[in-house]
């Protein structure tokens, strides 16, 4: 099955994000062009797995269970967006951003111990993507209609793994469908912290 581990936007923050995105940024020339992501979908990569043998998947579980619990719950909140090239608009992440990507490089690290060929290493940026094109676009003007935009925060207190099952070839519309197969709690702030 193809997996990932995520942190899962709670429903008022991807609500607050919908409504920005809906006011700011969807009348913008060329956005009825961009295939949009469904909201139902919105969520944080820590860890792309791809293909996982069912085999693995208890291990990688425990592993990721552990990953999380090593990680104090943290605050977050949708602030912002950015883009990869000219192909994929995003919404960003303030607050806890250094918390969110050592949950990240923990995530990876229980995939890579569980034996699952993982990506090459690089510097985890938090994203959440929100729409991406079929072509090479200035997404320049998207990006700055989200500028200003911050979300209410919210507590982290888990890592998601994830099923993905990819839309339906030739299915116009089609989203991919996503499955939280096991939710790990994270640690609890310790006393007198956050």
Do not use: I, K, N
């Amino acid at each position: 099955m193809r997996l990932f581990a995520a942190v899962l936007p709670p429903a008022r923050a991807v609500d607050e994000l919908a409504a920005a995105v809906d006011r700011r940024v969807r009348g913008l020339p060329g956005a009825e062009e961009m295939r949009w992501t469904g909201q139902a979908g919105w969520h944080f990569t820590l860890a792309f797995m791809g293909e996982v043998d069912d085999g693995l998947v208890p291990e990688l579980t425990e592993r990721l269970g552990r990953a999380a619990h090593r990680t104090e719950a943290f605050s977050l909140r949708l602030r912002g967006g950015g883009h990869f090239g000219g192909r994929a608009l995003w919404a960003g992440a303030a607050g806890g951003t250094a918390e969110l990507r050592r949950l990240a490089e923990r995530a990876d690290a229980a995939a890579r111990r569980t034996g699952l060929p993982m990506e090459e290493h690089r510097t985890y940026r938090p994203h959440l993507t929100l729409a991406r094109t079929r072509t090479e676009t200035d997404l320049r003007p998207y990006v700055a209609a989200l500028d200003g935009f911050e979300g209410t925060a919210w507590q982290v207190g888990e890592l998601a793994l994830v099923r993905s099952r990819l839309p339906v070839a030739g299915v116009p519309g089609e989203q991919p469908r996503y499955e939280t197969l096991v939710r790990c709690p994270t640690a609890r702030p310790a006393a007198g912290g956050r």
